[in-house]
């Protein structure tokens, strides 16, 4: 079972460039909307506002979604020049580029040869940041998302490879910071869920699992993960631990990891590798009480759990 997700629009802002979801399918009013908005913010806040790059990057997706490409050019031009006079924001170049590179891909008028060539431009930015950091990385995770919603599987699984091997470098290296190490593990854990699916809303441990691990020749059916497809993204869960036990064992962020990895092994019905992590859970927090390495969560009034 692959993860679609990807195709839904919302997703093309992950890297918080935009105000909100441009419309699969806007119209005049909201244009004239999207138009006023950009209008009123220079007048009140000017151009030098870190939301502004934001709002123009918003109207070009309204542009697009109206068939106006060339409109929704000038404009993302615009909101590249602004942002490249800011050499404090240099770094956020890259991922307007991909935000631009993706909104092209996700409207079927616009041109696949220039979002593909946003991509490419943006990735050669990317590659001049430092390797650890987190815009070098956000963006080759991107690149995934990009030729998965393009439907290109082959330079898809290309960028999987890139970016399994530039992670798999920085595992190697001892000089990470906790910030750094944490971002590693973090986009290690997304790879997994690019082999297979996001990791399910599992509040208690107790749960029953949601997926079933079945044999690869195994005919389609819902809720299904095959093996193949398991083992490569257990290989990247448990690369991503390794990373997060880099951590003191008091950075509660480690400890939630270990709990997520119990939680996701459960999920898909894994007994013997779920009470092997809570033996690793317990270890690190010097306790077999379970109720002590699976506290109960807050109330959640809000969603009637609580």
Same mark, same amino acid.
């Given at each position: 079972?692959?993860?679609?997700?990807?195709?839904?629009?919302? #997703?093309?802002?992950?890297?918080?460039?935009?105000?909100?979801?441009?419309?699969? &399918?806007?119209?005049?009013?909201?244009?004239?909307?999207?138009?006023?908005?950009?209008?009123?913010?220079?007048? &009140?806040?000017?151009?030098?506002? #870190?939301?502004?790059?934001?709002?123009?990057?918003?109207?070009?997706?309204?542009?697009?979604?109206?068939?106006?490409?060339?409109?929704?050019?000038?404009?993302?031009?615009?909101?590249?020049?602004?942002?490249?006079?800011?050499?404090? =924001?240099?770094?956020?170049?890259?991922?307007?580029?991909?935000?631009?590179?993706?909104?092209?891909?996700?409207?079927?008028?616009?041109?696949?040869?220039?979002?593909?060539?946003?991509?490419?431009?943006?990735?050669?930015?990317?590659?001049?940041? !430092?390797?650890? #950091?987190?815009?070098?990385?956000?963006?080759?995770?991107?690149?995934?998302?990009?030729?998965?919603?393009?439907?290109?599987?082959?330079?898809?699984?290309?960028?999987?490879?890139?970016?399994?091997?530039?992670?798999?470098?920085?595992?190697?290296? %001892?000089?990470?910071?906790?910030?750094?190490?944490?971002?590693?593990?973090?986009?290690?854990?997304?790879?997994? %869920?690019? +082999?297979?699916? !996001?990791?399910?809303?599992?509040?208690? &441990?107790?749960?029953?699992?949601?997926? +079933?691990?079945? !044999?690869?020749?195994?005919?389609?059916?819902?809720?299904?993960?095959?093996?193949?497809?398991?083992?490569?993204?257990?290989?990247? +869960?448990?690369?991503?631990?390794?990373?997060?036990?880099?951590?003191? %064992?008091?950075?509660?962020? =480690?400890?939630?990891?270990?709990?997520?990895?119990?939680?996701?092994?459960?999920?898909?019905? +894994?007994?013997?590798?779920? %009470?092997?992590?809570?033996?690793?859970?317990?270890?690190?927090?010097?306790?077999?009480?379970?109720?002590?390495?699976?506290?109960?969560?807050?109330?959640? !009034?809000?969603?009637?759990?609580?």
């Amino acid at each position: 079972m692959k993860n679609k997700s990807a195709k839904v629009l919302t #997703s093309l802002f992950a890297l918080g460039l935009t105000t909100g979801a441009v419309p699969a &399918r806007a119209d005049k009013a909201a244009v004239e909307t999207a138009e006023a908005s950009v209008k009123m913010f220079e007048q &009140r806040s000017g151009t030098n506002n #870190s939301s502004y790059t934001s709002l123009l990057m918003y109207l070009a997706g309204v542009y697009l979604a109206n068939d106006r490409e060339k409109d929704a050019e000038i404009i993302y031009n615009k909101a590249i020049f602004n942002l490249k006079s800011k050499p404090d =924001r240099k770094a956020e170049v890259p991922a307007l580029m991909l935000n631009w590179a993706m909104l092209l891909a996700s409207n079927k008028g616009a041109s696949k040869e220039k979002a593909e060539k946003a991509l490419s431009d943006g990735l050669k930015l990317a590659n001049d940041l !430092p390797a650890a #950091s987190k815009e070098r990385i956000n963006y080759l995770i991107g690149t995934i998302n990009f030729y998965n919603v393009i439907g290109k599987p082959a330079e898809k699984q290309a960028r999987i490879k890139a970016a399994d091997e530039h992670l798999a470098t920085l595992e190697k290296n %001892e000089k990470l910071n906790n910030e750094e190490i944490t971002n590693v593990a973090a986009n290690l854990v997304k790879l997994a %869920e690019i +082999q297979t699916f !996001p990791m399910p809303v599992m509040r208690l &441990r107790y749960q029953p699992p949601v997926f +079933q691990v079945v !044999p690869d020749n195994s005919p389609d059916k819902p809720n299904t993960v095959r093996a193949k497809e398991f083992k490569s993204a257990e290989a990247f +869960q448990l690369r991503a631990i390794k990373q997060y036990d880099r951590l003191p %064992e008091t950075v509660p962020w =480690r400890i939630e990891a270990h709990r997520k990895l119990i939680l996701w092994y459960r999920s898909l019905g +894994q007994t013997k590798q779920e %009470e092997f992590q809570i033996q690793q859970l317990g270890k690190i927090m010097h306790t077999t009480d379970r109720d002590k390495l699976f506290p109960q969560p807050a109330p959640c !009034p809000a969603c009637g759990m609580g």
